[in-house]
């Protein structure tokens, strides 16, 4: 079972595309792992064995559905598998960092069995929204019936 990612980190990525990945998170990423798009319009970063449990859950739907291929188009057609180098960064493919709009600044999250890439000025009004408020993270947490 691999460890949970946690924390937030700003970063910068370079003229080249590359982006260092945190030491926290290397360890729990792995020297090869995935990228690919969010529907929250970020980048995730998995594990190879987070990336397959996805993967199989990806497979293992009925292709017979048109929602089901549209999924499996969105997140496997924007994938790719990356390797950190010497250095600890990691090259973005310039395709992802249009799609998440990502320049360079990056705000890095962990996010459990994920780490989320994201655009520093995306990030920042997310953050400012009400619905991040503690009291309102507090009702969500109430109504999930979830204790922490």
Known sequence: ???????????????????IVPSKLRDSLGSN????ISPDECLNMYSEEEWEKINENLQS?????????QIRRFFLSNACECEIDSQGRVLVPEKLRQK????????????????EVWNREKWEAMEALEDNSPEAIKAALEELDIDF
């Open 100 to 115: 998440a709009n990502l320049n360079k600044e990056v705000v890095i999250v962990g996010s459990g069995n994920k780490a």
């Open 1 to 19: 079972m691999s460890k949970s990612m946690l924390g937030t980190y700003n970063h910068n990525i370079d003229s080249k595309g590359r982006l």
């Open 33 to 36: 792992f995935f990228i690919t």
């Open 61 to 69: 739907q009925s292709g017979s559905k048109a929602k089901i291929r």
